[in-house]
């Protein structure tokens, strides 16, 4: 402590004795640059809290608090697949504006978009079937009493790769200063989400219901964002659409081989026989889904680059062998 204080002491001392003078000078229109952009990027976070959370309202005021603890588990586990991309976005995130701040081009930063999101678009496909289907088992093993929340998570986990994989388009979006599109679309899904889960409720319809709102509350979110997104991104109208089946066409065999794997494989509720079952499951839902990943994105940039750096990969290790 008395460190510190004769450590103050100095700097007071010479800051005195060296006459420094610090003078204030305001820019006005530099001030309403900064709110023109910070403000709308902080409204962006308030209104990703609401979010994220006005299903849980819904839940808590028709439903009560043990829905709200079914309903907590699986989203849960959606926020943790939402980790991986936005690390990534965080990351990309200051590249990106030095690409746009350069030229003031919103096509210089693609090669920061599409790749690493086609890269986790089949990442993501991958974690979100191991979640559906390795999740539960976790469950029936651990956590007997969360039994119900089962079936969210299977609604819930779709939604969320749509709305993990938007960090990318959203941070893309405000790197070229388009932040306000992010709020015209949160408040567009928000307001879906509470109309249609009010009316679910009032129909009398329980938790399942609401999940398949919310999901589908984050698929639009999702969508959007990406569309709006790439649309800058590609010259012309006709490029996108082939884009989006690139990672479309994958998600749709994700969902039907988990909506089908229950008619193949009947349930069991010895442990060694779950874990079998577990695997099985997946091996018939990663199966298909890694055929089409491959022959949607065999001749990828993105794709062609990972195949190299496996190749490089195990030469190294056998010239070290």
């Given at each position: 402590m008395c460190f510190i204080n004769l450590f103050y002491s100095i700097l007071i001392f010479w800051f005195v004795k060296g006459h420094y003078r610090f003078p204030i000078k305001i820019k006005i229109e530099s001030i309403r640059k900064a709110l023109a952009f910070g403000v709308p990027v902080f409204v962006i976070g308030i209104l990703d809290s609401v979010f994220v959370s006005v299903d849980?309202?819904?839940?808590v005021t028709s439903l009560g608090e043990e829905s709200v603890g079914y309903y907590a588990l699986g989203l849960m586990v959606g926020n943790l697949l939402g980790l991986v991309p936005g690390s990534v976005a965080s990351v990309l995130y200051p590249n990106m504006l030095a690409r746009f701040g350069s030229g003031k081009d919103v096509r210089a930063g693609r090669n920061l978009l599409v790749g690493p999101f086609m890269v986790l678009s089949a990442f993501m496909l991958i974690?979100?079937?191991?979640?559906?289907l390795g999740?539960?088992?976790?469950?029936?093993?651990?956590?007997?009493?969360?039994?119900?929340?089962?079936?969210?998570?299977?609604?819930?986990?779709p939604g969320m790769f749509f709305w993990a994989l938007s960090n990318l388009p959203s941070t893309y979006l405000v790197?070229?200063?388009?932040?306000n599109w992010i709020m015209v679309v949160q408040i567009a899904v928000m307001i879906f989400v509470v109309v249609v889960g009010?009316?679910?409720?009032?129909r009398g319809n329980g938790i399942l219901e609401i999940a398949l709102v919310t999901s589908s509350g984050y698929a639009i979110y999702g969508l959007c964002?990406?569309?709006l997104t790439f649309r800058l991104i590609f010259k012309r109208s006709i490029d996108l659409f082939p884009f989006l089946l690139r990672f479309l066409v994958p998600f749709v065999v994700m969902v039907m081989?988990?909506?089908s794997v229950d008619l193949i494989v009947s349930d069991e509720v010895e442990a060694f026989a779950l874990v079998l079952m577990t695997l099985e499951r997946l091996i018939f839902v990663l199966s298909p889904l890694g055929i089409v990943l491959w022959l949607m994105n065999r001749k990828s940039e993105a794709f062609l680059v990972g195949l190299d750096e496996l190749k490089n990969w195990i030469r190294a290790r056998q010239k070290a062998a």
């Open positions: 849980r309202w819904l839940i974690l979100v079937s191991v979640a559906v999740v539960p088992l976790i469950i029936q093993l651990f956590l007997a009493k969360y039994i119900p929340s089962i079936p969210i998570i299977r609604i819930l986990a790197s070229i200063n388009k932040q009010s009316f679910v409720l009032w964002l990406t569309v081989a988990i909506g």
